[in-house]
């Protein structure tokens, strides 16, 4: 006969506390104390005990996994973020699932059909284009303290968000760029309506002020995250009469775009023009020229998420509003900048 498995009796017999205190510390740990908590686990590791999900979940009534928005699971940026979900989510017991909001976009009233239909417990959102009648109806649902943006966000709506420091990493890339000597600074933006777009067009406007640089109205070309947005901004400035000698792009992919185009027309980076990316995605170090750009910790970023998520699910997050955590980047100088020829 096969050997019996032990009971949620056996691991209370062998932590000498009740039922009820084992199954709180395999649903809410958190109203335990520290001893209390380490008596249970120790007893469960010595006992052998599973946990029956399935079972679990449905008692619980709970579907036992979390929704992951992505805007485009194309673009190589996103990789390291999920990676840190993961993190964030290992040793837990819920499952995470994936969805391509960009290439399968949600219907109206599926987000919250997602938790009323008992398919998820909570969701992370990467994306920041969001409408306004969906967050509307999670929030008079009661569903904001189960949702937790990450990277992007909806301004004019409390939910809890982890952010990159987007403003601060374009006043370093402007700063770094004036420091080796250059004024004449162009700057490629995300696409209109993002807030990332925004933060980092912003912080870039205040560093070229703070530091008296001249901004002509031409070095601002709008971009959309994109490799053909490099290209696009590429042929623009190859047509200007007063071409600048360094350009801060929105994003590394913009940057490789940029680049390569210029190469293509004979323009050397960073002989002729310096160029600064922002993200750090893994490529960056090996493009050649190696990007300086402007790193986020997206792992850190992902982690902190699932994190702060399971808090809000175990009941172990801090009383009060919604968080919003920042998180800081850090300039990476590599052959992509050096002063002006």
């Given at each position: 006969m096969p050997p019996k498995s032990a009971t949620i009796q056996d691991v209370a017999q062998a932590a000498k506390v009740s039922t009820a205190t084992v199954s709180r510390a395999l649903s809410n740990p958190g109203l335990l104390s520290d001893t209390t908590r380490e008596q249970v686990l120790e007893a469960i590791r010595t006992t052998g005990y599973r946990v029956n999900h399935a079972a679990r979940n449905l008692r619980m009534q709970r579907a036992g996994a979390i929704l992951i928005l992505v805007p485009n699971l194309g673009k190589p940026f996103y990789s390291a973020i999920l990676r840190g979900i993961s993190q964030g989510f290992a040793g837990s017991?819920?499952?995470?699932?994936?969805?391509?909001?960009?290439?399968s976009p949600m219907a109206e009233g599926e987000l919250v059909g997602n938790f009323t239909q008992g398919r998820v417990d909570g969701v992370i959102s990467l994306d920041g284009s969001l409408t306004a009648e969906?967050?509307?109806?999670?929030?008079?649902q009661g569903l904001d303290k189960r949702i937790v943006f990450a990277c992007e966000w909806v301004d004019g709506y409390a939910f809890p968000s982890i952010q990159s420091d987007n403003r601060d990493g374009a006043r370093q890339a402007i700063r770094h760029l004036a420091d080796l000597g250059h004024r004449k600074i162009a700057h490629i933006t995300g696409p209109i309506g993002n807030v990332l777009t925004a933060a980092r067009r912003d912080g870039a406007v205040e560093e070229r002020e703070r530091l008296g640089l001249p901004a002509l109205k031409e070095w601002i070309i709008r971009g959309d995250f994109s490799l053909e947005c490099g290209h696009e901004a590429a042929d623009r400035i190859l047509a200007m009469e007063d071409r600048p000698t360094a350009v801060f792009c929105s994003a590394d992919m913009v940057a490789f775009g940029l680049i390569a185009r210029l190469a293509s027309h004979g323009v050397r980076v960073p002989e002729d023009i310096s160029v600064v990316g922002f993200d750090d995605i893994d490529m960056a170090e090996s493009y050649v020229p190696a990007l300086t750009t402007i790193r986020q910790d997206r792992d850190r970023l992902g982690r902190t998420a699932a994190e702060q998520l399971l808090s809000r699910?175990?009941?172990?997050?801090?009383p009060g509003p919604p968080e919003e955590e920042l998180l800081p980047v850090e300039l990476v100088v590599r052959g992509s900048t050096a002063p002006p020829g």
């Open positions: 017991d819920y499952s995470v699932l994936i969805t391509d909001t960009e290439n969906t967050l509307d109806q999670c929030r008079a699910l175990n009941g172990t997050a801090p």
